[in-house]
């Protein structure tokens, strides 16, 4: 099993639709977990950091279910501006190690 | 928003050459990383710098790469003796005490080599 597993997409989605995918860790022991966006050839860019159960941040709502070891995020009223590759980013240790990235969901907003 | 910078954005190099990278990261925080991402890959942990020393490095990194930390304030990744699979972009995070904000990358050095 990967460490980190995303479905690839790409997820089309019409403007103002919900979209959510998942990503699943094989450590069970992991206790952070991380959401970046990465445009094209840019650098990644946190969007929301998750510790317990979730978390929610204005159209963003991330959910973590430890017992089947999976994260998902959803978004909600999609703009244009959200298409990017969503990666998953799971630490090794801690906050502070080696970061295990999963391969990235493509999401295409769509008018 | 405090920034990781990293100079050049793009650098085409012949293969055998050696080439160094530059960050700033963000100047309270105490952990230094290099990642890098080759075109359509996802992105790959290379080292992980703290207090000074190499605190973890994967099988990439390789006697053909160093990292420094000369001033307090840059941190560089050199490259020896380039070889074509070293093409990638390179980018450069930081992580201040507080871990819960996760990491900040820099914008990328766009490493070509022919």
């Known amino acids: 099993r990967k460490e980190v597993e995303q479905d690839p997409g790409p997820f089309n989605v019409p403007e103002g639709a919900t979209v959510a995918f998942n990503c699943t860790y094989s450590?069970?022991?992991?206790?952070?977990f991380f959401w970046y966006r990465q445009d094209c050839r840019k650098e990644p860019k946190l969007l929301m950091s998750v510790y317990s159960s979730g978390n929610e941040d204005g159209r963003f709502t991330a959910q973590l279910n430890r017992a089947s070891q999976y994260i998902s995020l959803l978004i909600r009223d999609s703009k244009l501006s959200d298409s990017a590759t969503y990666l998953c980013?799971?630490?090794?240790?801690?906050?502070?190690?080696?970061?295990?990235f999963g391969a990235g969901t493509q999401v295409v907003v769509t008018p | 928003e405090p920034e990781v910078t990293q100079t050049p954005s793009h650098q085409v190099t012949q293969m055998g050459q050696e080439v160094i990278l530059r960050c700033v990261p963000i100047s309270n925080h105490l952990y230094f990383y290099w990642y890098r991402q080759i075109l359509g890959q996802k992105v790959e942990f290379l080292v992980s710098?703290?207090?000074?020393?190499?605190?973890?490095k994967s099988e990439i990194f390789d006697d053909q790469f160093s990292v420094e930390r000369p001033d307090g304030s840059n941190f560089t990744l050199k490259i020896r003796s380039t070889k074509l699979e070293d093409s990638a972009m390179y980018f450069c995070a930081s992580i201040g005490e507080q871990g819960d904000y996760g990491y900040t990358f820099g914008s990328g050095t766009r490493l070509t080599v022919v």
């Open positions: 450590n069970s022991a992991s206790q952070s």
């Open positions: 980013v799971v630490p090794k240790t801690d906050s502070w190690g080696k970061l295990q």
């Open positions: 710098f703290y207090n000074n020393e190499i605190s973890e």
